[in-house]
């Protein structure tokens, strides 16, 4: 049994990549940087991290994970499964076996 694999649109990854740009370019120059800062200084370095984070996350999907790829990993995740399936099914094939 085929499952047919819809064509992801990555409209969304760009609309949430333009976003969390937008989001940084606007923060960076209100956030401060100074060592003395403290608490305010540390919350500035780690939002920017995550905001570099998601920004990364989405780059690397629209430009890193090509469709080769994803069928290969498709291909492993089906094979495991069916793998799992006959396990699952000499399992219940054994326990029929001995209850009679």
């Known amino acids: ?6 064509k992801k649109s990555k409209w969304k990854h760009v609309v949430y990549l333009i976003l969390a740009l937008a989001m940084l370019v606007y923060a960076l120059p209100m956030i401060s940087f100074d060592p003395g800062a403290g608490f305010v200084s540390l919350f500035g370095i780690v939002w920017s991290a995550f905001a ?5 996350a989405h780059l690397h999907f629209l430009l890193g994970v090509n469709d080769e790829k994803q069928r290969a990993l498709d291909a492993a995740r089906r094979a495991k499964v069916r793998e799992w399936e006959l396990k699952w099914q000499e399992q219940e094939d054994g326990k029929r076996r001995h209850s009679l």
Request: hydrophobic share 65%; no cysteine.
């Open 1 to 6: 049994m085929m499952k047919t694999v819809k």
């Open 52 to 56: 570099f984070l998601v920004i990364g």
